[in-house]
């Protein structure tokens, strides 16, 4: 991602510290800050915190969780594997790369694991950089036959998209706005609604400082704004991530993504999910009742924080005390209502015939 003029990854292992580093995204957009991961408790603890958050990157997190508990005692990979599974229950991607992690260690040799696991997790994050450079490839003909068909009567294409996609969400390039960086690369004019992504606000504070750096012009608005904006003609195309994708194309994204495709589909706007191939469950036949939606801290939504009138980091309380509050991180919109499925292998129907010839 492009960070000041420089690209800067999300995370990567620092040979002269010997430590994982990462973007505390927890201070963005306010305080730009790299933490060092030192422990397989350092890895549980920014995932669970959201230091790091976006399914493909809590994915290499993950593997370089199961490195640092294996340099430390090699003998603890069941039980490194068994604390990390237990740190975001949604996201796909975590037990995808620790059943790769575990399956490439079966057979090595105890003194060489944590050498060994240390290779596979480069490995894992060389490859998750290709493969969301990949997906944005892949929708670039998208949003380009959009351009084509508007560009007579207005000055940009307007995308909407709802939390963070982006190069936050992966080791570099992102999901959905890899497509949205690809698209601007190859000259369309942009621009992009963010719903600002309640209650941890990750489109405002995250997807919105993401698109400024790379210049592409972006507007921050309510997350109940995006129906309004679809009915007065002012959105072009929708595009999320996923958190985790079912066999018949139901999509598993941040809580409120379910609301967006409903008011997409009933005003003929088209709603993509780009998702790397790793995040479709093999497993899941169909999405709805069976996806374990994780519940978050009330926290997350009794308090509001930001920097105050001083400039200092702080928090705010919106509701009396003793006030009842659920918090669902995520939502399944239905397949039905998902326009296609772009993948680092291609675009695909969001149905089970389509995503089955994608994995074969």
């Not at 601007?184 to 750096?213: F, K, Y």
């Not at 009330?298 to 930001?306: I, L, P, Q, W």
Request: proline share 3%.
């Amino acid at each position: 991602m492009q960070i000041g003029g420089e690209n800067t990854q999300s995370i990567w292992y620092d040979v002269k510290s010997e430590t994982v580093k990462i973007i505390d995204q927890t201070l963005l957009p306010h305080k730009f800050e790299i933490v060092q991961l030192e422990t397989l408790s350092d890895v549980c603890h920014a995932i669970c915190t959201m230091k790091v958050r976006g399914a493909p990157l809590i994915g290499v997190t993950a593997a370089y969780g199961i490195y640092l508990a294996l340099r430390e005692n090699p003998k603890c990979l069941r039980q490194a594997i068994s604390e990390l599974l237990k740190t975001r229950p949604t996201a796909v991607n975590l037990r995808w790369a620790l059943n790769r992690m575990e399956k490439s260690l079966r057979e090595i040799e105890e003194k060489s694991l944590a050498a060994k696991a240390l290779e596979h997790c480069q490995l894992i994050e060389k490859e998750d950089i290709a493969v969301c450079e990949a997906i944005g490839e892949n929708g670039l003909p998208i949003f380009r036959e959009l351009w084509e068909n508007r560009k007579g009567s207005q000055k940009s294409l307007n995308i909407l998209t709802h939390c963070n996609a982006g190069a936050l969400a992966a080791v570099d390039w992102g999901t959905a706005l890899s497509v949205v960086y690809k698209a601007a690369d190859a000259g369309i004019p942009l621009h992009v609604w963010v719903d600002e992504t309640r209650p941890r606000n990750q489109g405002a504070s995250l997807t919105c400082w993401e698109l400024s750096q790379r210049r592409v012009p972006n507007t921050l608005i309510v997350d109940n704004a995006g129906g309004y904006l679809m009915q007065i003609g002012q959105v072009d195309a929708c595009i999320v991530g996923s958190d985790c994708t079912a066999m018949n194309g139901d999509v598993c994204n941040k809580i409120g993504t379910y609301l967006k495709a409903l008011a997409a589909k009933d005003n003929n706007v088209p709603f993509y999910a780009a998702v790397p191939v790793s995040t479709i469950d093999l497993s899941l036949e169909k999405g709805i009742g069976n996806i374990p939606i994780e519940e978050r801290s009330s926290v997350e939504v009794s308090h509001f924080y930001g920097v105050d009138s001083s400039n200092v980091l702080s928090s705010v309380q919106i509701c009396e005390d003793n006030t009842n509050i659920k918090n669902f991180a995520f939502d399944v919109t239905p397949a039905e209502l998902v326009t296609a499925i772009i993948t680092e292998k291609g675009v695909f129907e969001a149905t089970e015939a389509s995503l089955k010839n994608l994995l074969d």
